[in-house]
Every structure is written in structure tokens, then in C-alpha cells.
């Protein structure tokens, strides 16, 4: 089994780290800085920073906010939010980011992501997919953009195998309906992308228990497991659950 990688999220609104249900109901968490470098040193593989607000405020991403994260940390940083072009992403690079994840401006214009895998590398390219459940996908489950308010109609599978052939690195899959719940990852979600793409897949939404970031990383097929309320709310911290991981077989670097 390849080695596993733990994510904390920061998911920010108003220059905070927040936490939200079905990507609502938010509450404050966290300063950002201070969460990044408290997570660094609990041994995160690396971190997920997400303007959760851009794209519905149609504004890019606060650069600030992001500068003043990747001071403080060594291990790669992703950054999301906002992202509508090439020009987007090389400001982002810039201001110290690792990865970007796109979302909505992928969906709407997918040879986007060829060419920023092109211009920036693919390892630099993360396509993030929001799915929910629906009757109307072959799949049973549809992506949504725009902060997951709108649906597409587009299949999740079938979108994850399109952004693997225009060349993304990974794939940042979040299932709404698990998201916040802390009642466990959609492992039929989660598997279903994983089977069907050869580049990594990220799960997110829904981790409560140490319990279910393992049956994610297992039975769901993720190569890494991304996670939020449990680090912010300190349920566990990053070393628990690698050492719990670790104790169950899976393979983690601590």
C-alpha cells in the first residue's frame, strides 16, 4: 500500500478559518496562520487553504490571506478559491502557494486545465469536485459549482475522468452531502472516482472518528484523506490519527 498523506483544511471566509454543514451553516474556527503552523507540527503532509466565499462573492482570492499562510509553513500548501484563468493561478504560485485547486472555472471552461498543467505542471494542478447525490447521473452522483449552489447535470465519474485526460495532478473530491456531518466520508462517492482514475484522489467531507478517515483511505480507494471540524474542534490532532492509521496497517509518514 502506498503511503497515505493527511490534509487539514482551512476553509476561510472573512479572512478566518471556518466550519460549516452541507457547506452552510458556517461557524469560526481558527486564525489561519496559526492553525497551518499548529498542523505542521502535528505532521500534515501538507495543507488545504479554501476561500470558501470567492466564487460567490465574485472576487478572487485574498492574496494577504495566502502569504500569510505559506510564511509559516514548509509542507506544500493548496490554495483554492476564485480561480478563473492562467493569470489567477501564476499570482498564486507566487504568493507561495504549491498547488492550486479549481473548481467552477474548470467545469466551465475544462481546457483550462490543460493549460495550466502545460504552463505550470501537472503536479501544480488540483481539480476539486463538490458531487451530491441524484437520480439524474449514471453514477448517482452530480457536480455542483459555485460554492456547491449549483447543479450541472454533469456525472461525477464522467468529469473526473475528463479532468484526468486534460492532464490534473489529483483530484480534490468532496461529497455535500457527508460534508460537516462528521458522520463519515461517502465511500460509494469516494470509490466510485477512485476506480476510475489512475491520478491521486483526495477525499473530503464528512471525517468525525479515526475510524472513518481508515475505511476512506481503504475501502474508499483515496491515496489521501482531507479533513476539518476534527482538527479545528481538537477532537484529534494530526499525529493521533497517522498513529492510528499506522496501528491499523496503513501506510503514513510520521
Request: proline share 2%; with cysteine.
Amino acid at each position: 500500500m502506498p503511503v497515505k498523506k493527511i490534509i487539514p483544511c482551512l476553509d476561510i471566509k472573512d479572512g478566518r478559518v471556518v466550519k460549516g454543514v452541507h457547506f452552510v451553516n458556517i461557524k469560526d474556527a481558527a486564525d489561519p496562520a496559526e492553525a497551518a503552523s499548529t498542523y505542521e507540527k502535528q505532521g500534515a503532509d501538507e495543507i488545504a487553504f479554501l476561500d470558501i466565499a470567492a466564487t460567490t462573492e465574485k472576487r478572487k482570492t485574498k492574496i494577504s490571506w495566502v502569504k500569510r499562510v505559506s510564511k509559516v509553513i514548509n509542507i506544500p500548501l493548496t490554495v483554492g478559491g476564485g480561480i478563473k484563468d492562467l493569470g489567477d493561478l501564476e499570482t498564486l504560485l507566487e504568493a507561495g502557494a504549491s498547488k492550486i485547486s479549481i473548481n467552477t472555472a474548470a467545469v466551465k471552461n475544462p481546457h483550462l486545465i490543460e493549460e495550466a498543467s502545460e504552463k505550470f505542471g501537472k503536479e501544480s494542478i488540483i481539480i476539486a469536485i463538490d458531487g451530491k447525490e441524484s437520480n439524474k447521473t449514471k453514477s448517482g452522483f452530480e457536480v455542483y459549482v459555485e460554492g456547491g449552489g449549483k447543479a450541472t447535470g454533469i456525472d461525477v465519474v464522467e468529469w473526473a475522468k475528463k479532468a484526468e485526460e486534460l492532464e490534473a495532478g489529483e483530484l480534490l473530491v468532496t461529497s455535500i452531502n457527508a460534508d460537516g456531518t462528521k458522520k463519515g466520508y461517502a465511500l460509494e462517492f469516494t470509490k466510485k472516482i477512485a476506480e476510475n482514475v489512475k491520478i491521486p484522489v483526495i477525499a473530503s467531507g464528512g471525517a468525525g472518528k479515526l475510524e472513518d478517515i481508515y475505511l476512506v483511505l481503504t475501502e474508499g480507494g483515496a491515496d489521501a484523506a482531507l479533513a476539518a471540524s476534527i482538527f479545528h474542534f481538537r477532537l484529534y490532532t494530526v499525529r493521533e490519527v497517522k498513529e492510528y492509521l499506522k496501528r491499523k496497517g496503513v501506510q503514513v509518514n510520521l
